[in-house]
């Protein structure tokens, strides 16, 4: 079955880009209805920088009228409608107030077919206002306040700064409801919603069934939304109250975003079959890249083995062979494993716990019967089911790796256990072979012990697009001058078969570190070559040393020097570790401008001119004297002779220590590692992650809160709780200060590394006063109200007239 279906919310990504030419229509000169206009069928107002408008409208093949908010380009592209229910058949409407100030639709009858409803009885002044969001607000003239808004009441379009609620306690939703048809704007079988208990997600329901869910949220993003994992797209936040009610938003940017559910549950952008909710039945596994797109998970087969042949697959699957912890009742001799599959939307009904490491959330499952499943995700901690696998996708190259519960047989396949039949008949006969076998192994490791070193060679270019490394044959082995080659064997035996708790291992007397890249890193030969030429060609203290590598087959290893105190963000954000009590504020100082000499460095001082371009806590590591190391180059791009800056259409990295100019325009140079770095400061300075929010009340980031307590000379409020500041006072609030001149939208407006440092150092001692950061606030920066700098007024309008019109979708 090939059927291409359309879903809004299932992919978040139609942005429409509006060129705002104000709309020739004849309307009021007003953004705003007061108790001494009368609003008629033909009349309109328009938002203050005439992006939205509120007047009259029919949808297509139908004369009947109702008031709504639509562009000002385009009147068929309509976002909320007030009378959904109880349209005009005529063009009598008007729009009045009534005496308690709500605002009234009546008809040529004089009846009321739709109101604000504000249920205050008491006579009261009010008036109504468009703005430039798409809201329209109803004020309380008297009080200066909001008493109601059409975005607590949605029709079929979420738009920015519009919220998707969930309360957990009273049941209370605001969500969104698709027309019953193109022509008849009445709400139809399809609704979307927040469902916040346990861990939260987004849905379509099809009258209250089901119909598709995001996937959970992990702080960041919706992990079943293959395409939120790109870093241009981690827009949306989702946070609570203290009474219980959930928020997610879209944050406020300089595109115009616009989700419309449709009155057939689906969306703007082509789907396939896998997106609808439990497509696959009872653990069946979903892939639109397979034919037939159902699968049984590995351990499972059909139910009904006809049906499924059939394409029918909603009964799903069952087990094979029966799990043996639930026959024996006892943990201590379960024959049971664990079958990884990688870059999953992990089935619906999972049950939350937190934890930093993976291996607690196998443990408590292995230790309980009822657990068929477990996942890990450093935004959500463990999950596990209890319940049948139901709505569980495969993507390709993205999302979570979940762990399905098998009786240990079914983790073979045919050949393997032909092998262990085979294994204790041939041992009998091998013995004598095996002793002979081990013992020259043991004389070549003590003759020769981290196998041959080779030379090797390796070609790249620096071209002035700055293109990283070109391989003369990606099939061959790959060679480098002078950098020691390990067998995948030796690291292998050193490493106890990479168990990860022993990454670790000794080469000529030194203890080494191992990275081995595996698939899900999404680290490709150009990416491993780049960071093999570009540290190797590096010596600097302030810079991990790469001791070797390892290419064989599909494995991809670097040998760096060991660092026994870890990375910084495991010193910083870990609770349970010890370091955060050592990482006094001389320490941090220390970090701080040891990263920035490393910086340095690559940008000024090696021979070659090195753009890290992912600079972030985890990729500073720490040796035994706390000295900070720069490592992961595999992102970085060397520059050849006299450019600044390079432009490239893949933009990698970690979303929220990206400069501005690189994730919206993909232009990067040393002023976004200077943002990066800014970043990193902050999150030294606070001990606290920059992708949270650190003020509910007013949705502020890490630099939002770092500016705002900056600015209001509080900035000892914003500093870590472990550290002793009175003493170093002066010079922790110094540091934020030129941690937020990092941080300035524009590059031009940021210092260079080694301007930093004299500052950091007090060589320059007058420092300019930076402005408000770009992402300092999550939504409307006029309902935050801090700052007294103005921007320019590109930055101020947010709905540039310099954007390219695109096709709206009319009705």
């Known amino acids: 079955m090939n059927t291409k279906i359309v879903h809004l919310y299932p992919q978040f990504l139609l942005f429409v880009l509006i060129f705002l030419v104000p709309f020739p229509c004849f309307c009021l000169q007003t953004d705003t209805l007061t108790s001494n206009i009368t609003f008629r069928d033909s009349d309109t107002i328009i938002s203050g920088r005439h992006v939205f408008k509120l ?21 068929e592209t309509v976002v909320w409608i007030a009378n959904r229910a109880r349209p005009l058949n005529d063009s009598s409407g008007t729009i009045t107030f009534s005496r308690n100030g709500n605002l009234v639709l009546t008809n040529g009858r004089n009846e009321t077919l739709w109101s604000t409803n504000v249920t205050d009885t008491s006579p009261r002044n009010t008036s109504a206002q468009i703005q430039d969001n798409g809201n ?73 069934r089901p119909h598709w869910r995001s996937g959970p949220w992990n702080g960041m993003i919706l992990t079943g939304v293959p395409d ?94 029966q799990l043996q912890c639930s026959i024996s009742n006892n943990t201590s001799g379960n024959r049971d494993g664990f079958l990884r599959l990688p870059f999953t939307k992990v089935p619906d009904f999972a049950e939350q716990f937190q934890s930093r490491q993976p291996d607690v959330c196998r443990t408590r499952c292995l230790s309980n019967c009822s657990c068929i499943a477990y996942a890990h995700d450093s935004g959500i901690g463990c999950m596990s089911w209890s319940e049948p696998l139901v709505d569980f996708q495969r993507f390709d190259g993205v999302g979570i790796d979940i762990f399905i519960r098998l009786e240990s047989t079914e983790l073979y396949n045919h050949s393997d256990r032909l092998l262990a039949i085979i294994i204790p008949v041939v041992l009998g006969f091998a013995a004598i072979s095996i002793v002979i076998f081990i013992a020259w192994c043991w004389n070549k490791r003590k003759g020769k ?85 570009v540290i190797s060609k590096l010596q600097h203290r302030n810079l991990v040393r790469l001791i070797g590598c390892c290419v064989e087959g599909e494995e991809k290893i670097l040998v760096y020097e060991y660092m026994p105190n870890k990375s910084l963000d495991v010193c910083l954000f870990d609770p349970d570790h010890p370091s955060q009590m050592i990482l006094d504020w001389k320490k941090r100082f220390n970090i701080i401008e040891g990263v920035g000499i490393g910086l340095l460095y690559l940008h000024k001082d090696s021979r070659l001119k090195i753009i890290h371009r992912d600079l972030k806590p985890s ?142 150092s007090r060589e320059i001692i007058d420092l300019p006063r930076p402005e408000q950061p770009i992402f300092a606030e999550k939504w409307n920066r006029s309902h935050v109200g801090i700052g007294t700098t103005q921007r320019s007024s590109q930055t101020e309008n947010p709905y540039s007239n310099d954007l390219t019109i695109t096709v709206l979708d009319g009705r």
């Open 449 to 533: 012990r981290f196998g041959d070193i080779k030379v090797f060679e390796v070609e790249h270019v620096i071209s002035s697009d700055s293109s990283a490394i070109v391989l003369n044959d990606e099939t061959e082995k790959v060679k480098v001058k002078e950098l020691p080659l390990f067998s995948f064997k030796t690291l292998s035996n050193a490493t106890d078969k990479f168990h990860e708790k022993n990454l670790l291992g000794r080469a000529k007397g030194k203890v080494i570190a191992v990275k081995r890249l595996s698939a899900a890193s999404g680290q490709g030969n150009e990416e491993f070559m780049n960071e093999v030429v």
């Open 619 to 760: 990729n500073v590591l720490l040796d035994e004297d706390w000295n900070p190391k720069i490592s992961d180059f595999g992102m970085a791009r060397i520059f050849g002779g006299n450019e600044d800056f390079g432009n490239t259409s893949r933009v990698v990295g970690t979303y929220g220590y990206m400069a501005p100019e690189y994730s919206m325009e993909g232009r990067f140079s040393e002023k976004s590692d200077v943002y990066s770095f800014g970043v990193l400061m902050l999150e030294i300075i606070s001990g606290k992650k920059n992708m949270h929010y650190y003020n509910h009340e007013l949705s502020l980031s890490l630099l939002g809160w770092a500016w705002k307590l900056w600015n209001e000379e509080n900035g000892l409020d914003f500093v870590d709780q472990t550290i002793e500041s009175s003493i170093f006072q002066g010079e922790i609030v110094r540091c934020i200060h030129i941690a937020l001149l990092c941080i300035q939208e524009f590059s031009k407006d940021r210092p260079t590394v080694q301007t930093v440092l004299s500052m950091l």
């Open 55 to 75: 007047g009259f409208f029919s949808p297509e093949n139908t004369t009947n009228r109702y008031l709504g908010v639509f562009y000002n380009v385009s009147e």
């Open 228 to 321: 939120m994992y790109s870093p241009y797209l981690a827009l949306y936040s989702l946070w609570n109250d203290s009474e219980g009610t959930f928020y997610f938003t879209p944050h406020e940017g300089t595109f115009l975003t616009k989700l419309t559910l449709n009155s057939t549950g689906n969306l703007v952008q082509t789907i396939n079959e896998c997106d609808i909710y439990g497509t696959c039945g009872p653990f069946g596994s979903c892939n639109v890249r397979d034919s037939p797109i159902c699968s049984c998970i590995r351990g499972f087969e059909p139910v009904n083995k006809e049906e499924w042949e059939s394409g029918n697959w909603t009964s799903g699957c069952a087990r094979r062979r």
């Open 136 to 208: 329209l607000v109803l004020h309380d003239t008297s009080m200066g306040s909001i008493i109601w808004e059409s975005f607590a009441y949605p029709s079929d379009v979420f738009l920015p700064t519009m919220r998707v609620t969930d309360n957990i306690y009273t049941g209370h939703k605001v969500g969104h409801s698709a027309w019953t048809n193109r022509s008849d704007p009445k709400p139809g079988s399809f609704t979307s919603a927040l469902v916040a208990l346990n861990i939260p997600q987004i849905f379509i329901f099809n009258n209250g």
